[in-house]
């Protein structure tokens, strides 16, 4: 799993190119500042800052990932704002 990103979620993005450029924008606004200077060198969010984004949206603890429809709808709206 990267930063709350399941292998289904990526898989839900990747069969939809039109939405390629929206996830990687996204992906950029939730990198850490000066993410290449510390390991492991890659544009991921923090552990932490992502286990509380997973609680406070789907309540409770337990939850690794981010479910991959609500990530493809949150996608398309990203897309048209």
Not at 12 to 22: E, F, G, Q, S
């Amino acid at each position: 799993m990267i930063a709350g990103l399941s292998g289904q979620a990526i898989l839900a993005v990747a069969r939809r190119p039109r939405l390629w450029p929206t996830a990687l924008a996204a992906a950029g606004e939730l990198a850490p500042r000066d993410w290449w200077r510390h390991a492991p060198y890659l544009p991921i969010p923090d552990r932490q800052w992502m286990k509380f984004r997973l609680e406070t949206a789907y309540g409770g603890e337990g939850t690794t990932s981010i479910r991959p429809e609500e990530l493809i709808t949150w996608l398309e709206w990203k897309q048209q704002a």
